[in-house]
Structures are given as C-alpha cells and as structure tokens.
C-alpha cells in the first residue's frame, strides 16, 4: 500500500500532483479496488495532505468516478510500460462494472 498522508507545503500542493503522478495513479487503483469490494462504501478518501501536523487536503473518489479514473490509470500505466498496475486498474474497474 502507498502511503496515503503527505507532509506537503499548501503552495506546493499542485506542483506535487505533477510530479508524483505514479502515486497518485496508484492510490486511486487502491481506493477503487476498496470501493469496488465493499458495498457499503459510496466514497473514499486516497490523499491526504498536512501542513503543520494538521490535515488541508483530502481527495476523494465516489464509486461513479471508478470507471473514468481507471481508464486514466490504465492508460498512464501502459504508456509507462508498468503493465501489472495497468491490470490492477482493469481489475477495479472490472470489479465496480460486476458490482453494479
């Protein structure tokens, strides 16, 4: 699991995002999959950002927003030739269509 909390300046939240695109990506897989499993979950958080030891940030995912989000994933991994994370997407997203 990739770690979830980030000590990250508040101005340099955008920056981050752009430059740790991989695990953003990765979170988003793992966040799918939990949401994909478990009927009872509409949303989930899968970042979280501090500042001062207090948290500013969350983002999170909604079940609807699996399947555009793994679409993205799947394309980013296999651009980077990082294929079993493009499967872990294909699998989420396989797993929200069943769930349905």
């Known amino acids: ?51 001062d030891d207090k948290v500013y940030s969350k983002i999170y995912m909604k079940r609807g927003d699996i399947p555009t989000a793994m679409d993205k994933a799947i394309e980013y991994f296999v651009d980077r030739e990082m294929y079993e994370d493009a499967v872990k997407a294909k699998k989420a997203k396989d797993l929200f269509q069943e769930s349905k």
Do not use: G, Q
């Open 1 to 51: 699991m990739i770690e979830m909390i980030n000590k990250v300046n508040p101005d340099n939240l955008e920056d981050w995002l752009i430059r740790n695109p991989d695990k953003v990506y990765m979170r988003s897989v793992e966040t799918a999959l939990r949401l994909a499993e478990s009927e009872d979950l509409s949303e989930d958080c899968f970042l979280e950002f501090y500042w």
